[in-house]
C-alpha cells in the first residue's frame, strides 16, 4: 500500500510540472515548439508510471515430494489401530513418531476432536519413526505388539505421557499395567510380524510424500504439522459439509 502511494505522488509531481511548462510554453513560444514538448514529457511519464507499478510477488510453488494439501490420497486403514464408528463420515489418518515432542503436544487436540465430533470422525493411528529418534522404533513395536491384544490407545497414552522415559523396561510395565498377557506382548514385540506392520507404514508415508511428524490425512486431505484444533475444524467442517 505505501509503495503504490509514493508512486502516485511522483506520478502527481510529474503532471503538475508537466501543466505548468505547458502553460508557459504556450505563452512564450510558437505552438508547435510547445506540443513538442509536451509530447517528449508525455512519454516521460509513461516511463515513469512503468517504473512506480509494484512488483507482484513470486509465486509460491509446491514443494517437490511433499503431499499437495489440495488433492485428496489414498491411504490404506488395513489393520491400523483407530478409534470411532468405522461407519464416520470422516477418516482422521495420523502419521506418528513417539518419540516426537510435537506428536505428544498435538495429542489434547485429538482428544478435543473426539469430544467435538463424536462418531462423526474415526482417528486412525500410522506408524513413522524417524531415523533421528533412536528410541522411537522400540516403542513403536511395543504399541504394535500391544495392538495385538487389543490395548493399543492405553499403550499409546502411556508411552506419550511418559516420552522422557522411553525404555523397553518401561513398555513391560506399561503391559503389566494395563492388563495384558506379558509373555505374549515380549514374543509379540520383537517379531518379525510387527515390524512388518511399522515398516509398511513408514513405506506408506514415504509413498505420499509425508517426511515429519505429524502428518495428518482427513479423508484423504493432508493437514502438516501439530495443528491447533481450528485448524483441523475448518477441514473436518468442510469435509462433513461435502458429505
Not at 511519464?45 to 509460491?60: D, E, H, N, S
Not at 515380549?186 to 510424500?209: F, I, M, T, Y
Request: proline letters at 6%.
Amino acid at each position: 500500500m505505501a509503495q503504490n502511494s509514493s508512486a502516485s505522488l511522483v506520478v502527481s509531481a510529474v503532471v503538475l510540472a508537466v501543466a505548468l511548462i505547458a502553460s508557459a510554453l504556450v505563452v512564450r513560444g510558437p505552438l508547435a515548439e510547445g506540443v513538442e514538448e509536451l509530447a517528449r514529457l508525455n512519454e516521460g511519464i509513461g516511463k515513469l508510471q512503468v517504473a512506480a507499478r509494484p512488483t507482484p510477488a513470486p509465486a509460491q510453488e509446491a514443494r517437490a515430494g511433499r503431499p499437495d494439501p489440495n488433492r485428496r490420497y489414498a491411504v490404506s486403514t488395513n489393520g491400523s489401530p483407530s478409534k470411532g464408528s468405522p461407519e464416520a463420515q470422516i477418516a482422521l489418518v495420523e502419521f506418528s513418531d513417539f518419540q516426537c515432542p510435537f506428536c505428544g503436544r498435538v495429542t489434547p487436540t485429538l482428544r478435543q476432536i473426539e469430544r467435538e465430533y463424536g462418531d462423526r470422525v474415526r482417528i486412525v493411528f500410522k506408524h513413522l519413526p524417524l531415523r533421528m529418534h533412536s528410541k522411537a522404533p522400540a516403542a513403536h513395536a511395543a504399541a504394535e505388539a500391544a495392538h495385538r491384544q487389543g490395548k493399543f490407545w492405553e499403550m499409546h497414552d502411556l508411552i506419550f505421557a511418559n516420552q522422557r522415559e522411553m525404555s523397553e523396561a518401561k513398555y513391560v510395565e506399561y503391559a503389566e499395567q494395563i492388563g495384558i498377557d506379558v509373555d505374549r506382548f515380549n514374543r509379540d514385540v520383537v517379531s518379525a510380524d510387527v515390524k512388518a506392520k511399522v515398516d509398511a507404514d513408514a513405506a506408506e508415508a514415504e509413498k505420499l510424500g509425508v517426511t515429519g511428524t505429524p502428518g495428518f490425512f482427513v479423508n484423504g486431505r493432508f493437514l502438516s504439522g501439530a495443528q491447533p484444533f481450528s485448524a483441523f475444524k475448518t477441514v473436518i467442517d468442510r469435509e462433513l459439509g461435502a458429505s
